[in-house]
């Protein structure tokens, strides 16, 4: 059976995971996503390779939206993104307004997550 509030968290975390996926296109989605000259092709790579994982990510969570057997892996893969993300943005001494506003939606994601899997508890 599926939950509507561990659901409707899941979903939410899929889709922001699956925003930076427009970054593979190239290096114009990229710049206007962070806000950072890609001046190295390698780096450029790099963050295309992570927009293709964020997409993959955000899909799964999509998806385990509707399998609550799924459930653990997907917030455990959330809470593991978003912290990481959160906790990188708090050590570093400068971020821009585009990675900050990133940081910002991370910490709404990690409250939804939180409020999600403690309404899911019970049917893990």
Known sequence: M?????AASLILSGIVH???????????????LYGIPMNDRNLEVLMRHRAVLFGL?????????????????AFG????????FIVLC???NEVNKQVARVCKVD??????????Y???WKYL
């Open 2 to 6: 599926i939950h509507w509030i561990p």
């Open 18 to 32: 699956l925003l930076p996926l427009s970054g593979v296109l190239g290096l114009k989605q990229l710049e206007k």
């Open 57 to 73: 990510l955000g899909g799964f969570h999509c998806y385990a939206a509707f399998k609550p057997a799924l459930y653990n892996l």
């Open 77 to 84: 893969s959330g809470f593991v993104s978003v912290l990481s």
């Open 90 to 92: 708090q050590m570093s």
């Open 107 to 116: 910490i709404v994601v990690l409250l939804a997550l939180s409020i999600g």
């Open 118 to 120: 403690l309404t899911a």
